[in-house]
């Protein structure tokens, strides 16, 4: 799949790929607060590039700023960080899973209760979102966006308990699916990670301050100390005292259950310098393309990624094959924001606004093709040819993950199914003549589960969340199961504010 | 008081003024009801130039568009009316009362209830806004907004009513003040007048189809015909039928008091060309400046108008004394943005960016100034010293309207009780003195009654509100009466979007 | 004819009107230049609303800044004034004659010569501009704009003088025309006035600084005093001498010819409270109304302006005819942007997105309406009916100037001959029936020479320049007499920057 | 040095770098010129990314857009490429060498001379520019940019010739330096290179049409055939005949002499998959890294390139010398706006912003870091100490090309002199103490010069431009013989437009 060894231009062209929605950032008692959330999701802008917001507080009020677009083209310049005072702030930076892209979507989302402020945050899916939603606006409430998010700041605004945290708790007891959200209030500032761990959340420290993150990218940009990983079912509650000193309290309300990290997390989200589940993610995806050489080898010429998603499994395919790792397509970072909707005389040119074949490497050479996944294969089509129009005399296209057939709820942006390349073709070898290579092959999900975590998939009790490649989804679907035309009530009101 | 003839540029350049907060329009079952609401803002835009907005639904949808500025810099373009079909619709400009000027404030707002989406729009200020919305949060509710109509909407939301517009009118039974207000629905479009009449809002009709606005002039420009104002207390529900043809239901869900419309719509708010409770608002000015002439004449050589405000009374003035009426201001209409917040070199310029003395007509001249209202008295100071400037061998002031000693609480926006001239003064001869005149007239609190009603004021039953002049509040004020330090936390929020 | 009145809404409806291109004012020696420079742009922006810009000079280099959109719009704030350093300043605000309103095309225009930076700023046309220009193109000129200005630039650039002062008088001896033109060196603020006068231009003095600007109140708003009226023919060279004081030089390099200023400068360009060629213009309109009345009495029961051009004829009228004055129509002066190309369904209000009908006053009334002028005579057919509809039992139209038949080229943007009223009926009785009055009548040349001089027109040696009234142009018409087809060379380029 | 794998994040964080002007491209006889023209400048786009322009001919008129920013921004989507009609088109992209990046300054530029329009676009730089440029101003020249490009310009309007490649071959041959240079006119399109063939620029052909661009990547966006290298002192002219046929005429207007291509295209500026001078620019670069292996080994774990332009000499390095290649530096590519003058408390975090390192493959090795090129050195300090501070044992820098140590006069932006590491140290024990690296080595002259060409460099008859390594310019450097000081009188007028 295109795009993710550390950065993707800031549209993309086609949306043959997976999206996460978000990334999360959270500190507490440090006077740069808002510079470090900022700094933080920067790091953390590859898991969503549509927006970014901070919520900050300064002892006396509440600052917000939300802007659309990337992080280092609003946020950090002097004027906008003045408008963010304070000592505790949260940020999120966001992929847009619906069409609309409005503002008033943008988090965090922020509500006055009658305990005072409070922000939320969250990187994630609610399964029993809409149902939750139904029953609020029955109830009386007034929904303003159509995120996911404010129906838990709607459950912590209604619920009974005084303290902010303990209302916090209250609500996310009540919604299921996969998250790692940050919430902060006046003096509180709160993480929690579904009772499956579905989406990384870390903790970090810096000059003894707390810090919340999705990713340990966003620790080391600002030089922060990484101290654990948030726990699967677990809520670390960190308060600031009168005396300026930082309690922190861990609470697991909810049964415990064993962890289960989502796969996707290694095969193409976090960034391949982050630490995922004590894992660095840049090694397993080389071990992946270590195992595929193993399980799929080819006589060849070159192997050659196709960058940046696929680079450094292609490094791990070259290293274990002894064939030669050569840079044989090359990418234009440069993309800008016309080229989203392209007219049709461009739309003809294709994927080559984004890559171009790198002849010299290629030109009568045998070459294998490395990608980190295929989601609808219409790129690997395109991408295919291209090899093969640059004078390949051979394309063996190797996938570092198995073959995907199922959607995700909680928190990736995936096609309907029957979209999926893995579900429109019989078998293998109809899905090779599709993109046109002269061979196919998908790492298995014991070879996946080996190299993320050193031994084979255990059907009885699966280390990860996969469902997208073996359909075992880890929770209920209440949502799905409800009626689906009440997913059209939520957007009767059309906005460009 | 500088600038109601018909019109005010964009911008004031000093707050020496006093401002309404909005104007109102609503239209149902006609195919253009966007673009007519457009228009029909555009002819209210004198009641507010920060930001307008309008909500309009197509029979399978709401839309909305809000922005700041003026109607005619964003609206009634082809591409912005796209965004706005179908047959319903309600508009909304407004004037911030307060320093937060963001798009969440501009109206109309909306919710989507149980029983679908209804938007609102409102004229005027509630007396018990902040208690109530003190209420709400303990409640649960998410206010998104620091305006007083959310509270409206809440109301609604929380209704144990099912039909909506049952649901209005306990939501409007429960707010005190004064209010005229639209709210639209799938079907139905809603006005609602408070149980005083303090705002005006008047009825009509365009081929067949009702329209609900604050002032007549907003019919003219559409060509639509006046049927009646709006009474006190009033509800008026049209609700568009299956068969496309529209039903009217009128209540008064409140006791009955008498009315008493704001006085201040007359003295300059209301377009000049308007009928307001069924007297021409030129007309009316033009009382006022001959009752002014009957009650303090001048030997003079020239009448001269502080424009645009101070034009039909200067008028009236000019006729009864027998004195030539001469435009010896010029008033300059291109004043633009910058000028707002002029550099300390410009702003010792003063008045002189917007008006400027015709010293033609004024050297050697005895001037009779005649101004619709003095607030502060700070503008009258420099246009006093910019006649004398221009030779003048005498200045008297001459104000159509009284003294002016308290705030208001309805919707109309006025300096703090002791900046007020009146109140800084112990009598007229040290105002005189203050603002630089020769000698200084108000009309009487009878003299403005008798221009505009006919007779003098009745003690008993005032037939008007004029508090502002008087004291005589017309409704409790709870929330003066509560803690001011609530006020504080409603904006615990700050932000640009 | 509609608008004029100190002030025009920044963009009109229609094209039913005349328009001036230019406003000029430039200071030497003052700290404050650029500040001064804009204020009295402010002030000459009924001369042009559709651009402005400014140079400055601080000693080191030049500066400038030009922008589409009124002066107030961006000039005046910190962040533009400080982008303007220097004690020389000369600014420009400009109406665009025609469909081209780029940037490139915004004055004053600067260029970098040998003997150091020229700037220049002019209020006019050239009757040979297009000669001049093709005979530059041919000896290896670059045209960067379409102005008519540039060639006075080139011809400066070219001259074969040393100094910049003798290099501009070598420039203009070679064009042709009518111009106020304003040019400023490292040391020299410059004035000049065509031979025959017909563009206004005036010297004035603040703090014993040399400005010159195009009217009078472009000096009563920055508080400087009138000196007197730059002559026809006349060059004025201030210069800054190395111990801060200015010499100034006078000098008349062409044969001297009578000064004949152009009329429509009292009859709509000039503000009302100017005072051109020793006349204030509100006496001299007023003059215009009393004279019509003399001329065109007719038995009626109010006199009412057709804002905000016709006023003060129409306060003459009622003085002299003893009718009296009312606001019958009432003008929006917020007007914005979108209404500039409104849809098909808003072309349809038409008029009255501008101007409304006070129906109290006009209802059962026979009215004499006022204008300044008629030039295709739409305008007035939409108001006639506007009145009539209003309820009005007789409409009178009285116009304060004669019949407009030629077009101009001296800098007054005009239509076409064939689309003038007078061209377009063969006589008054016509002409009344099209605009749909009860009777029609325009003030004679000889009332408007009376108003105006004192004195009717002397055929032989007319006082004034007329020739839209009279067909005598006052120059050769040298770039008319040539091949039209030239002109459209000179657009070759279409742009946006 | 950072940054050159096929791309560079919109905006550089530090000024540690060289930057190329710009990037042509020109079609002739093509219904999609313009469509066509962007996509090429798109693939161009890491030749300059501060700004881009397009004009186009299409039979009747010349249109031309220009903007700030990415082609992809801009460019390319329906409404721009609208005002672009025509089938002939030249475009241009460009990195401002100087603080000023003015509109007027971006390329192409266009003149409307007596023979018809012409336009001209150009990469590198004259020697003798400011001395021409004087010459014209003397001779009356109005210079509207401070670009080197519209001395050019003015050479053509004023050229004696009658037809415009004359008169086009005219000017070139007064100018000298570096320089690959396309003009349009109404029917011609022509390509000129210097005599020495310092910059690049290639021909190619698209369904019959004649392409001129300055790299193959260019070509290959659009599916073109390249024909062939231009040559150095070539001027290619072809010419769209009545019938739509193309004739090519192809002259030599100077004396031959060698060619020698700028080095830095190799070593930075092109982009891999480019074939310049006959050459793959990536195998270039990877021979460059296998000639560093043979002269400066290293006994070490890991080959870590500082990407992206390290990346192919550290695959070359990686193979030559058996030590593992791995990406030990992860690039965000969504570096955004606000980072370019990012705060105090921001720059403390340094190059992290860009960078991090990935410590996993890092920790407890020995490093071998491989950059292209140091300029400065103030970037690799930061990279070395990022990359201890990720643990690493041991750090050992090898630059793929040899110490900088003069600036460059033909289009490349580099530092004063005395900025240069190599001139700041006495040393390479000093720089690597400097850089704090435990061992640095740089590719020799002849180790280069083998990798582009195959043989070591004769000093006689050296095969590149190569000065700043060796000091050794190509051509006389006539503007820096002359006075400085005129420079400055080139930028007197301050603009932001």
Redesign the interface.
Same mark, same amino acid.
């Given at each position: 799949m295109i795009d993710s *060894?550390?950065?993707?231009?800031?549209f993309s062209l086609d949306d043959d790929s997976l999206h996460e929605e978000c990334g999360v950032f959270g500190i507490l008692g440090h006077p740069?607060a808002a =510079?470090l959330t900022a #700094?933080g999701l920067?790091?953390l802008?590859?898991r969503g !590039?549509e927006a970014a917001g901070i919520v900050s507080y300064d002892g006396q009020?509440?600052?917000?700023?939300?802007r659309m677009?990337?992080?280092?083209?609003?946020? =950090?310049?002097?004027a906008?960080?003045a408008?963010l005072p304070g000592y505790i702030a949260i940020g999120h930076t966001r992929y847009s899973t619906t069409g609309e892209v409005a #503002?008033?979507n943008v988090q965090p989302l922020?509500?006055?209760?009658?305990v005072?402020?409070i922000a939320i945050a969250h990187n994630g899916n609610f399964t029993n979102g809409l149902t939750l939603r139904r029953q609020l606006?029955?109830d009386?409430?007034?929904? !303003?966006s159509t995120s996911d998010t404010e129906v838990v700041?709607?459950l912590i605004? /209604?619920?009974r308990f005084t303290s902010s945290s303990d209302r916090f708790v209250d609500a996310i007891k009540q919604v299921e699916g996969g998250y790692s959200m940050l919430a902060m209030t006046r003096t509180k500032l709160i993480a929690a990670r579904d009772p499956i761990g579905i989406r990384p959340l870390v903790m970090g420290e810096l000059d003894g301050k707390p810090i919340f993150c999705s990713e340990t990218?966003a620790l080391? %940009? %600002?030089?922060a100390k990484f101290i654990r990983d948030i726990e699967n079912g677990e809520v670390v509650i960190c308060e600031i005292q009168p005396d300026g000193s930082i309690s922190t309290e861990v609470i697991k309300p909810q049964n415990p259950t064993p962890e289960r990290l989502c796969l996707f997390e290694y095969v193409y989200f976090a /960034?391949?310098?982050s630490?995922v589940g004590g894992r660095?993610v840049?090694?397993v995806r080389k071990n992946m393309g270590i195992n595929l050489a193993k399980e799929a080898p080819v006589d060849a010429d070159v192997v050659v990624p196709v960058p940046d998603g696929g =680079?450094?499994a292609a490094?791990g395919y070259a !290293?274990e094959s002894g064939i030669?790792?050569?840079?044989g397509i %090359?990418?234009?970072?440069?993309?800008?924001? =016309?080229?989203i909707?392209?007219?049709q @005389? %461009?739309r003809a040119?294709g994927v080559?606004?984004k890559h @171009?074949?790198? /002849?010299?490497?290629i030109q009568g050479k045998r070459v294998v093709l490395v990608d980190d996944s295929i989601v609808r294969g219409t790129t690997s089509l395109k991408i295919v040819q291209m090899i093969r129009d640059a004078g390949a005399s051979e394309v063996h296209m190797r996938v570092a993950s198995p073959m995907i057939y199922h959607p995700d709820f909680y928190g990736i942006d995936t096609p309907e199914a029957d979209k999926l390349l893995a579900n429109q073709h019989k078998d293998l070898e109809s899905m090779c003549r599709y993109i046109g290579a002269d061979s196919l092959a998908f790492l298995s999900i014991d070879g996946l589960y080996r190299a993320v975590g050193g031994k084979a998939r255990d059907p009885k009790a699966p280390e990860f969340t996969d469902h997208y490649f073996t359909g075992d989804y880890p929770t209920r679907l209440l949502d799905q199961e409800g009626q689906k035309s009440n997913v059209h009530? #939520? @957007?009767? *009101?059309? @906005?460009?504010?």
């Open positions: *060894l550390g950065g993707e231009a800031p740069d =510079t #700094l920067h790091a802008q590859h !590039q009020q509440f600052y917000t700023e939300k677009g990337l992080v280092g083209d609003h946020y =950090t310049d002097p906008t960080l408008k #503002l008033r922020f509500a006055e209760l009658e005072g402020g606006i029955a009386g409430a007034i929904c !303003q700041l709607h605004a /209604r619920s990218c080391d %940009i %600002i030089g /960034r391949p310098d630490v660095n840049y090694s =680079t450094p490094i !290293q030669p790792f050569e840079l %090359i990418r234009n970072h440069y993309v800008g924001r =016309t080229f909707e392209p007219t @005389s %461009i040119f080559k606004l @171009s074949a790198n /002849r010299a490497v009530n #939520l @957007s009767l *009101l059309a @906005s460009n504010g």
